[in-house]
């Protein structure tokens, strides 16, 4: 069985991936959605960085 700090750093570093992943796609559906302004809120990725601060 794998060392529990060794399992611990691997679901960290998924959930940062995670992260990134649904911040590229919050960028991205606006523009996709042709809702470009929305693109630029509260709600973009500068948004999500200071509400989900791991440290």
């Known amino acids: 069985m794998r060392d529990v700090m060794e ?3 691997a679901k960290e570093q998924e959930l940062l991936k995670v992260k990134r992943q649904v911040e590229a796609l919050r960028v991205a559906a606006p523009l996709l959605g042709g809702e470009e302004d929305k693109a630029t809120s509260g ?5 999500v960085r200071a509400s989900n601060n791991l440290g």
Do not use: I, K, Q, Y
């Open 7 to 9: 399992l611990l750093r």
């Open 43 to 47: 709600n973009g990725p500068m948004a």
